[in-house]
């Protein structure tokens, strides 16, 4: 059990200075053991070897000479013994990933003060004097002078056994303790470095299964940090986290995020595991991050932290209050340029599917930032959905893997430009290698997903799907995917509880909806499905979605109002989506139908021809357009006009729908479009 509650960061802010001839950084201003002050500071201000030793030490890290800080602070550590130069020499062999290296310094047994005599006042005595064996550290008042007084202390050199082990006498036991014993700071550096080393279950034991501070009267959201810092508490909990999601315990891992970031709103990483990971579904973003203590922890900053916090959530609702935040940021910070803040603007932009607008804020972004990882996904699907502009992400993706081969989004970009041209295999093969190299990167098990779906391996893209979905707890878009699959393959049941369930996490998504339509419609409840089309519609337009994403909607929609024989509706439905694209060879056939069940074949002809010059070899519009022309030339009863007479002209018609419907789900198995096509005549 670790003895205090990590209320403060490990630092604390030092005692001012009488003397101006004192360099400010001849201590780091760091001490991680609180009950002492780093010892040999002599009072008249002039510095010792020790003072100067530290201060190099202190430039080598600012200027990233590593070696040269670990080769003097080990000198330093050999003289003075002092719990604090260990945790800086440990912090340096961390830096240049000497985790095993660091993880025995911060686990081997240090001298412990001894308790003071009854009526002892002298302050100046350090804390490890008497008891450390090393000998003291003398200071020459006048500072022309140092020696080392190599003199035998009370406590001999702690003998160390193989891997680590320590042998100490009996009488030394109860004078000594390891650093990560003494200090939080430590016991959170050796977690670090076992997380490094890959040892899960041993940095998982070093932290403890969950906070041990968690009912401490110094721990909780509403104390605040006593120097203003991030609580080493709150680090722990984000650490623990990201054991927890190795160990693949999810749900404990966002327990864990979700206590980090209450405990100090100010720790982004675990914000960002919570909310970049989708470990929560929109509606518990929202709660819990409008929830979190930001008065109690940072009054001054509260404001600007819950902004920017609002800013990276999910846009699937509170489209008026995300516009306010981001015009917040803008008028009264200054952040028009911030990269964060523009990716707020794009992402907005991408939920409403306007890739084109969205790819003008993401290249503003990459222009400020060459690499900006949160962007990236963002610009590289925009690429894709924009055909004109695949031709640059064959270029960005090469730059990224010569500028960046170790970060997995370089490989993704890679997959993508294979998926561009339906290389399905290719494509699989760099969106596996980026998963390994980051098992929480969504898009590329997404991605990795799709390709087996526009392959026609819909069996295996449902697999995938569902291992994306229980990675990633908080996003419906893979249960949206396995209900979209298991339409095609005509499991009804299951793709309504995948729909379902998706729904249930994601209520305001207009392609769930959509889908959602689509299944009634598969089921023959065309009523149902009319109403779920055009909540879809209602919902593009609260979203600001572009209308051009939603044609295949209208077009659903128009054929369920045919179905239930309201001419009218269907008619409006089909020309808005020749309204939208006037060469639209599905809206052009299905509108000259309804021109021909409403007896108006000259109509019908007109938009039958119309839909033959776009697509020259659709057998099915040309027998229309035949029987069109064979009863605009025969005059008199249905039995001149159709053998059999009007019974067998609509019997003929039923089974060329079904037949045009068989089409447009072959259609979809094809190109992926089944929305579009195995919908739109029926």
């Known amino acids: 059990m670790l003895h205090n509650s990590p209320r403060s960061s490990p630092r604390r802010h030092r005692r001012a200075q009488d003397s101006t001839s004192r360099h400010p950084l001849a201590n780091d201003a760091v001490d991680v053991f609180q009950e002492s002050e780093l010892g040999g500071e002599p009072e008249d201000g002039e510095w010792g070897m020790v003072d100067r030793m530290r201060l190099w030490r202190h430039d080598a890290l600012m200027q990233h000479l590593y070696e040269t800080a670990s080769f003097w602070g080990d000198k330093i550590l050999s003289w003075t013994n002092d719990p604090n130069d260990a945790f800086w020499l440990a912090q340096t062999y961390f830096m240049t990933h000497q985790y095993s290296r660091a993880e025995r310094l911060l686990t081997r047994p240090f001298p412990v003060a001894a308790p003071s005599q009854p009526g002892e006042t002298n302050k100046d005595v350090h804390p490890m004097r008497g008891v450390s064996g ?64 890959g040892n899960w279950s041993d940095a998982l034991e070093m932290l403890g299964e969950a906070n041990p501070f968690r009912h401490s009267e110094r721990s909780g959201a509403a104390v605040p940090n006593v120097d203003g810092g991030i609580k080493v508490e709150a680090s722990m909990c984000h650490l623990r986290g990201i054991l927890m999601l190795k160990l693949n315990r999810g749900e404990q891992a966002k327990l864990c995020f979700m206590e980090a970031l209450t405990l100090d709103v100010k720790c982004y990483d675990a914000f960002s595991q919570l909310i970049g990971g989708e470990m929560m579904t929109p509606d518990e973003e929202w709660e819990f991050v409008q929830g979190l203590a930001y008065k109690h922890q940072t009054p001054d900053d509260a404001d600007f932290i819950q902004l920017m916090y609002t800013s990276r959530l999910r846009k699937y609702k509170h489209a008026e209050e995300h516009a306010l935040t981001r015009q917040r940021l803008v008028e009264d910070y200054g952040l028009s340029d911030n990269p964060d803040v523009l990716y707020s603007f794009a992402d907005a932009l991408f939920t409403q599917r306007r890739w084109a607008d969205c790819y003008v804020i993401t290249t503003r972004i990459l222009e400020l930032v060459s690499f900006h990882d949160a962007t990236l996904p963002l610009h590289i699907a925009c690429m894709y959905h924009v055909f004109h502009l695949r031709s640059k992400l064959f270029v960005l993706a090469h ?284």
């Not at 639209?584 to 109509?603: I, P, S, T």
Request: proline fraction near 4%; aromatic fraction near 10%.
């Open 134 to 197: 090393m000998g003291s550290v003398s200071f020459d008042p006048k500072g022309k002078s140092k020696e080392i007084d190599l003199q035998v202390g009370s406590t001999p050199r702690l003998p160390m056994g193989p891997a680590g082990l320590v042998r100490l006498p009996e009488e030394l036991q109860a004078r000594v303790s390891r650093l990560v014993d003494m200090s939080v700071a430590c016991r959170y550096l050796a977690a670090q470095c076992q997380v490094r080393q």
């Open 399 to 682: 730059e990224l893997v010569d500028k960046e081969p170790e970060n997995p989004i370089s490989w993704y970009a890679v997959g993508v430009w294979y998926l561009c041209g339906d290389k399905w295999s290719q494509a699989r093969q760099y969106f596996s290698k980026t998963s390994l190299m980051d098992p929480r990167f969504a898009p590329a098990w997404v991605a990795f997903a799709h390709t087996f779906a526009m392959e026609g391996e819909h069996d295996h893209a449902v697999t995938a799907y569902s291992t994306c979905a229980r990675m990633f707890l908080g996003s419906h878009l893979p249960l949206l995917f396995i209900g979209m699959e298991q339409i095609t393959l005509s499991n009804h049941q299951l793709a309504e509880e995948a729909l379902h369930a998706a729904y249930a996490a994601c209520d305001t998504d207009p392609l769930l909806i959509n889908e959602m339509g689509v299944m009634a419609f598969t089921l023959g409840k065309y009523q149902e499905a009319a109403q779920l089309f055009e909540r879809t519609l209602e919902l593009a337009q609260v979203t600001k979605c572009s209308e051009r994403s939603w044609m295949a909607t209208y077009l659903n929609l128009g054929t369920c109002f045919r179905k239930l024989k309201d001419y009218e509706k269907a008619k409006q439905n089909y020309q808005r989506v020749l309204d939208i694209e006037p060469r639209h060879r599905q809206g052009l056939g299905c509108l000259g139908m309804v021109y021909h069940f409403q007896d108006e074949v000259d109509k019908a002809i007109v938009k039958y021809h119309e839909a033959l010059s776009i697509d020259p070899i659709n057998t099915h519009i040309i027998e229309l357009l035949n029987l069109a022309l064979e009863s605009n030339v025969a005059c008199g009863s249905w039995e001149r006009v159709y053998p059999g007479g009007e019974e067998a002209f609509r019997a003929m018609l039923a089974s060329l729908k079904n037949k045009f419907g068989r089409k447009g789900v072959e259609a979809k198995q094809g190109d992926g479009n089944r929305s579009e096509e195995a919908m739109s005549v029926g």
